[in-house]
């Protein structure tokens, strides 16, 4: 007995026709944006990745008036150009603040270039304080020399999170937050830190606001401080800089 499809069947026979092959498109789009999005995201990250040295060395030609993100590497090398000293002894305290801080960056040391560390170390008088301030290109892992150090950061919601710690301990202070250290003692301390940056900045707070050139406007620190204008202006005078 032969069976003949009505109209109505026939239809419907080609509406799931066009559903089934519609599916199997949509699913080889897919896959195809699938694989689009993977390529461009393995792009993207080799793009965006810190790029690795293409030789050992790449020790900094400070002389050099070239400067694509670091210095460009010098062709004679020697060993001072991976060595120094300047941490091996307690720092100079002749600031305000009771505290100075002797540097180990790429300027000081040129074969740090390209390789994304550096030191410093930061010694404090009796009550000396390393005022608040941030670095906007690297993290900071303090360890403590010698004394006791009050440390502590404050978050991007207003929160500050901070340590009395003590010699041998150590504290961390995360990417470009403002952070601080202060001696509470009467005794010196000294303080050993390390920074995931060659060059990693110090913008202090205060200074960067009252002692910028050219000035930042009286009326706008005087808003934001919520204190009238000579009060601004009596601060900006404690942070004049002097001519060389």
């Not at 041998?168 to 000294?190: D, I, T």
Request: charged share 15%; glycine share 6%; net charge neutral.
């Amino acid at each position: 007995m032969r069976y003949v499809a009505s109209s109505g069947e026939l239809v419907f026979d080609i509406y799931l026709f066009r559903l089934a092959l519609g599916s199997i498109v949509s699913r080889m789009a897919f896959n195809r944006l699938l694989v689009l999005m993977a390529v461009a995201a393995i792009c993207c990250n080799s793009v965006s990745a810190d790029p690795d040295l293409l030789q050992d060395v790449c020790v900094a030609d400070l002389t050099s008036t070239i400067k694509v993100n670091g210095y460009p590497c010098k062709e004679q090398v020697t060993p001072d150009d991976f060595f120094f000293a300047g941490l091996a002894v307690p720092g100079v305290i002749n600031t305000t603040m009771g505290s100075a801080v002797t540097p180990a960056s790429v300027m000081k040391l040129p074969g740090l270039n390209a390789l994304g560390i550096s030191m410093a170390r930061i010694d404090y008088a009796g009550g000396g304080l390393n005022p608040p301030h941030l670095h906007p290109r690297a993290s900071e892992l303090a360890y403590v020399l010698e004394g006791e150090l009050e440390m502590g950061f404050i978050t991007t919601k207003d929160v500050l999170i901070s340590k009395v710690c003590k010699k041998g301990e150590m504290f961390v202070f995360p990417k470009a937050l403002v952070h601080y250290q202060k001696n509470n003692q009467k005794s010196p301390a000294s303080l050993l830190v390390a920074f995931n940056s060659q060059f990693p900045g110090t913008q202090p707070i205060a200074p960067t606001l009252f002692g910028a050139t050219p000035p930042v406007p009286d009326s706008v620190l005087s808003m934001a401080f919520q204190v009238d204008t000579p009060v601004v202006t009596n601060i900006k005078g404690k942070f004049v800089k002097k001519a060389s």
